[in-house]
Each structure stands twice: as C-alpha cells, then as structure tokens.
C-alpha cells in the first residue's frame, strides 16, 4: 500500500543528501588571472636545527576588485633539511650551509611548480568603515578544504583551525615531538605530516 508519509520522507531525503554529503557546493575561486601578492613555505622546526617542508601558501588578489584576496594552500611531499656542523673534515660550514640553502631553494621550486596539490582556499574581501575608517570584512570568510576522502567541503562564517600533530618520540618515548599539522572545518579535516624517519638519524642522542 502507498504510504504518503513515508514517500515524502524519502523525496526530502534524497534532495538533501548531496548537500549534506557536501556534493553540491560553490565552485572555488577562479584565480588564473589574479595577481600574487604574498607566498611562504609552511615548515615545522625540529631539533638540532632541522626543518622538514611541509607546503606552501600563496595570496593573490582580484583584478577586478583589489579588495577581494584568495589564499590557497597546497602540499607537496615532504622532505627534511639538515644544516651542517663545523668539524675538523668540514670546518666551512658556513659554505656548506649557504649551498644546502641554495639546493633547498631549487628542490621547493621544483616541487611548488610540479609536484603540489592544493587542499584549502580561503576567499574574503573587505571595505573601510564609515565611521572608523579602519579595514574590516565585507561579508562572511569563504572556506574550501580538501578532506581525508578526496571530497571539498565548504564553509563560510568560520575559521579554519590549525594545530600541531605531535607524537611519542621513537627514540625518547616518554617525550613528544612535532610531526606535522592538521587543518580542520567543522568535522572535515586535513592532514600534513612528516614521518619520524626522515630527521631521526641526524638527531642526537643522549
């Protein structure tokens, strides 16, 4: 027998899955003609002086109006730079350091151009008040992030939350150490990390 109530239940169901499901959401910012204003490599410092390279951010402006800004963040994977340490069959270290900073520059290009994927946009634009003449938003922040099961979800009138991920150190275990950074939207979250293995041997142990 046909049941009226439970056809509507149904009808409404399969109209707001795809919302909810995130399937149905505003495009992300098309920015091939914006211009670039800002752009910086995110990185975690590690002991000894190391530093593994997690991605990058880069801020670019609209032509059309010059208060409207998109930042994108992308990832590449991850690799660690180990500075030198002046000994008696490396006393030049400041050479040598100043090559490994050149090397580190050249492989961050390569991997910006080539190799990165873009997991958040954030979109925005602002106007001067009236009253305080200072800059403030116009309208809600605009968020695009990038989920652990390769779906976009969106998000506007919120901050995008970023916090370490640190992890028992494998050769101190009763001590932490920083291994990357998790990126969250309401419930959706994305991940970058560096495996301990990378900058374990260059550490020292005590």
């Known amino acids: 027998m046909f049941n009226k109530k439970l056809f509507l239940f149904l009808l409404i169901f399969l109209a707001i899955t795809p919302l909810v499901?995130?399937?149905?959401?505003?495009?992300?910012?098309?920015?091939?003609?914006w211009k670039e204003i800002g752009s910086t490599v995110f990185d975690i410092n590690l002991d000894n002086g190391l530093?593994?390279?997690?991605?990058?951010?880069?801020?670019?402006?609209?032509?059309a109006n010059v208060n409207e800004f998109v930042i994108v963040?992308?990832?590449?994977?991850?690799?660690?730079?180990?500075?030198?340490?002046?000994?008696?069959?490396?006393?030049?270290?400041?050479?040598?350091?100043?090559?490994?900073?050149?090397?580190?520059?050249?492989?961050?290009d390569d991997l910006k151009n080539n190799q990165?994927?873009?997991?958040l946009y954030v979109h925005w634009k602002t106007t001067v008040d009236e009253q305080t003449r200072q800059v403030v938003l116009e309208g809600p922040i605009?968020?695009?992030?990038?989920?652990?099961?390769?779906?976009?979800?969106?998000k506007s009138g919120v901050n995008v939350?970023?916090?370490?991920?640190?992890?028992?150190?494998?050769?101190?275990?009763?001590?932490?150490?920083?291994?990357?950074?998790?990126?969250?939207?309401?419930?959706?979250?994305?991940?970058?990390m560096v495996d301990q293995e990378y900058f374990l041997s260059d550490r020292k142990k005590d």
């Open 116 to 119: 990165s994927d873009s997991f």
């Open 161 to 192: 939350r970023i916090k370490n991920i640190s992890e028992p150190d494998r050769n101190k275990p009763e001590q932490f150490v920083t291994v990357g950074v998790r990126y969250s939207l309401i419930d959706v979250y994305h991940v970058l």
């Open 21 to 33: 499901r995130g399937q149905t959401i505003p495009d992300k910012p098309d920015i091939k003609d």
């Open 73 to 108: 963040l992308s990832r590449f994977v991850s690799f660690v730079s180990v500075p030198g340490t002046k000994t008696d069959k490396t006393p030049y270290v400041a050479i040598a350091n100043s090559y490994l900073d050149n090397e580190t520059n050249k492989a961050l």
């Open 51 to 63: 530093t593994a390279y997690l991605g990058y951010e880069v801020e670019y402006q609209s032509p």
């Open 142 to 154: 605009e968020n695009w992030l990038l989920g652990t099961n390769g779906i976009w979800f969106y």
